[in-house]
């Protein structure tokens, strides 16, 4: 029977890339890993990675053999959460991922209720941009990380994960008063012959705010790039730069005299939680998730 620790290491190596990262992870020394997959690999009697150039690929077996042990982890959390269910309440650590405007609007809300409600529960957050999101609760660096997608860019389904909705978040337009001539017909080319705030290169909510700008008819100037949206708002209530941001930012910062917001939303992005398969019963991550929707709705 095949070592489910090394078959963990494989999964590992598939989500995190390098024997390195995966070392670290897990407080492993990196020869102490290759050694593990070595052993893997003499036990399967198959190629299961490649040596290409400096890196370290893993072979259509290993795949086969991770979609494997991706089942077998998924029956565990399912164990471990009927376990779970039959103590009183939810209690233990629940390890939380959110992003910057979750993290400022909705956390804290359901911070409160779990404090109020579940007592026993120690709840730890981070803060994860969207890309790493939902790599990170497969790796098990969390257990309940919240992501987002946007219009015409949707999230893949991902082998592993479950996902559940919290909302729908209005994207609008945002720049200072003294733009002439604002109104919902123009949409973004109002704000065409302004700097632009925007996420960096490389994110789904820059692709998508790309898009929408070019489909207004003009190519945005992007003077500014920066993950942190209160940077965004700073810029654009200071008159330095036009940004798309969304409602959520508005419900723990209310826009100043002589913001202009379009009163029609541009598209919405969608706001939604992933946990690893199978823990979804957990009575941890069902209190969480039942905290985040109050709050979610709370903002609404």
Not at 44 to 56: D, F, H, N
Not at 269 to 278: H, K, M
């Amino acid at each position: 029977m095949y070592d489910l620790h090394k078959l963990r290491l494989l999964r590992e190596l598939k989500l995190r890339g390098t024997v390195t990262a995966v070392a670290e992870a897990l407080s492993y020394s990196p020869s102490t890993v290759s050694q593990h997959l070595a052993q893997l690999e003499s036990q399967v009697g198959v190629k299961l990675m490649e040596q290409v150039g400096r890196r370290l690929v893993l072979t259509p077996a290993a795949d086969v053999l991770i979609a494997h042990t991706e089942a077998v982890m998924t029956q565990l959390e399912r164990a471990e959460a009927d376990m779970a269910a039959t103590r009183t309440g939810a209690v233990g650590l629940l390890r939380v991922g959110a992003f910057q405007t979750v993290a400022l609007g909705l956390v804290p809300l359901m911070l409160t209720t779990l404090r109020e409600q579940h007592p026993g529960l120690r709840v730890e957050v981070g803060h994860l941009e969207e890309r790493q999101a939902q790599a990170a609760v497969l790796a098990r660096d969390f257990d309940l990380v919240v992501t987002e997608d946007f219009p015409g860019h949707p999230v893949p389904a991902r082998q592993g994960l479950h996902d559940d909705t919290l909302r729908q978040d209005g994207l609008r337009l945002a720049v200072r008063s003294n733009v002439a001539g604002l109104n919902d017909q123009q949409g973004p080319a109002a704000a065409k012959d302004f700097p632009w705030v925007m996420e960096p290169e490389g994110t789904t909510a820059r692709a998508w705010a790309s898009t929408l700008c070019r489909e207004a008819g003009f190519e945005p100037d992007v003077r500014f790039e920066a993950t942190d949206v209160l940077f965004h708002r700073q810029l654009v209530i200071e008159g330095q730069a036009a940004a798309l941001l969304p409602d959520l930012l508005w419900r723990t910062a209310p826009p100043p005299p002589g913001l202009l917001r379009l009163s029609e939303p541009l598209g919405e992005r969608r706001i939604f939680t992933s946990v690893r398969s199978g823990s979804e019963r957990h009575p941890a991550i069902v209190a969480a998730r039942s905290a985040l929707l109050a709050a979610a709705r709370e903002r609404a």
